[in-house]
């Protein structure tokens, strides 16, 4: 029916963000909120429900995508998201993915390829011809999560300290993180332990720094400079490790936050030897592919051209 409604929903461990749209491709309505990664964060499932309130008991809605973060890693809270979704929208023919399935299926738009993730946590996810999927990395902060922007935020945090220390060179880095976060720089221990101790969130909290990291690299601070080029051979090797899947010549795309860096994305061409190409849809774009195939709507360029328009808009 032309008035068929779908949902896309894309979460990740900093942000979630839930789209309505039309057969069109015209987004209709959003909300967004925080983060809803279940490994880091208690309270995602109150985070999740409480944006999408207003979406629940749309007449016109006929299919859901929900592409969350940490899906089909932990058993256990695979089942929960699952769980989540089918009660919060009853009937409705509905689909729980990786967030970072969902991103490459919008990046690609269901073809194959590579994608490089590098957000709060990272992930590099490959899909072959007969779309096959492959993954590395995607293990968490604990473990894992190498080249993201928690990886870097918490390698500052350790340089910073080390330089202040006098066990590492100075780096401009020290003086312009308190300055950023307005602590003491007089009182270092008890400023920043006591910053760290109060977040929210550890994990969103201290990814949020990769920003300053990449503003005091692009100034020449040598030791920013070469946190952005350590996250570069990171992600370099998530790529390496993952190529066999879809050819040594698969195109290659990138999506998250720290990719906003263009130090970061340079780096990372130079080690994979060739440019990525643009991504044709955000990753909320993703989520709503993979909802619209639920229904078996024509995904033409029009589609495509739509949502990326809208998606985007939408996701800034």
């Given at each position: 029916?032309?008035?068929?409604?779908i949902?896309?929903?894309?979460?990740?461990?900093?942000?979630?963000?839930?789209?309505?749209?039309?057969?069109?491709?015209r987004?209709?309505?959003?909300?967004?909120?925080?983060?809803?990664?279940?490994?880091?964060?208690?309270?995602?499932?109150?985070e999740?429900?409480?944006?999408?309130?207003?979406?629940?008991?749309?007449?016109?809605?006929?299919?859901?995508?929900?592409?969350?973060?940490?899906?089909?890693?932990?058993?256990?809270?695979?089942?929960?998201?699952r769980?989540?979704?089918?009660?919060?929208?009853?009937?409705?023919?509905?689909?729980?993915?990786?967030?970072?399935?969902?991103?490459?299926?919008?990046?690609?738009?269901?073809?194959?390829?590579?994608?490089?993730?590098?957000?709060?946590?990272?992930?590099?996810?490959?899909?072959?011809?007969?779309?096959?999927?492959?993954?590395?990395?995607?293990?968490?902060?604990?473990?894992g999560?190498?080249?993201?922007?928690?990886?870097?935020?918490r390698?500052?945090?350790?340089?910073?300290?080390?330089?202040?220390?006098?066990?590492?060179?100075?780096?401009?880095?020290?003086?312009?993180?308190?300055?950023?976060?307005?602590?003491?720089?007089?009182?270092?221990?008890?400023?920043?332990?006591?910053?760290?101790?109060?977040?929210?969130?550890?994990?969103?909290?201290?990814?949020?720094?990769?920003v300053?990291?990449?503003?005091?690299?692009?100034?020449?601070?040598?030791?920013?400079?070469?946190?952005?080029e350590?996250?570069?051979?990171e992600?370099?090797?998530?790529?390496t490790?993952?190529?066999?899947?879809?050819?040594?010549?698969?195109?290659?795309?990138?999506?998250?936050g720290?990719?906003?860096s263009?130090?970061?994305?340079a780096?990372?061409?130079?080690?994979?030897?060739?440019?990525?190409?643009?991504?044709?849809?955000?990753?909320?774009?993703?989520?709503?592919?993979?909802?619209?195939?639920?229904?078996?709507?024509?995904?033409d360029?029009?589609?495509?051209?739509?949502?990326?328009?809208?998606?985007?808009?939408?996701?800034?």
């Amino acid at each position: 029916m032309d008035n068929d409604l779908i949902l896309g929903i894309d979460g990740g461990g900093t942000k979630m963000i839930a789209t309505l749209a039309d057969r069109s491709g015209r987004i209709l309505r959003t909300a967004r909120g925080g983060g809803i990664n279940p490994m880091d964060n208690p309270n995602w499932r109150r985070e999740m429900d409480g944006q999408l309130a207003s979406f629940i008991g749309e007449p016109r809605l006929k299919a859901v995508a929900a592409a969350l973060p940490a899906y089909g890693e932990v058993a256990h809270l695979s089942e929960r998201q699952r769980e989540a979704i089918s009660q919060a929208f009853p009937g409705v023919p509905q689909l729980v993915l990786n967030d970072v399935d969902a991103a490459h299926l919008g990046a690609f738009a269901g073809g194959p390829g590579i994608l490089i993730l590098s957000g709060t946590g990272s992930m590099a996810w490959a899909r072959d011809t007969e779309g096959n999927s492959s993954r590395a990395g995607g293990w968490g902060d604990v473990i894992g999560d190498e080249g993201s922007a928690y990886w870097i935020g918490r390698a500052t945090l350790s340089l910073v300290s080390q330089s202040l220390d006098g066990r590492a060179p100075p780096t401009a880095l020290a003086e312009a993180l308190f300055d950023h976060l307005h602590l003491d720089i007089s009182d270092p221990v008890n400023a920043l332990a006591g910053w760290v101790s109060g977040l929210a969130s550890q994990r969103s909290g201290i990814a949020a720094l990769s920003v300053l990291v990449d503003r005091v690299a692009q100034a020449g601070d040598a030791a920013a400079i070469s946190l952005i080029e350590s996250a570069a051979d990171e992600l370099a090797r998530h790529f390496t490790a993952i190529s066999h899947a879809s050819g040594p010549d698969a195109p290659w795309t990138y999506a998250g936050g720290t990719f906003a860096s263009s130090l970061l994305l340079a780096a990372l061409e130079r080690r994979i030897g060739r440019p990525p190409v643009p991504p044709r849809l955000p990753p909320i774009g993703g989520a709503l592919w993979a909802a619209a195939q639920l229904l078996g709507w024509p995904l033409d360029e029009g589609w495509i051209g739509q949502i990326a328009a809208t998606a985007r808009r939408a996701a800034a």
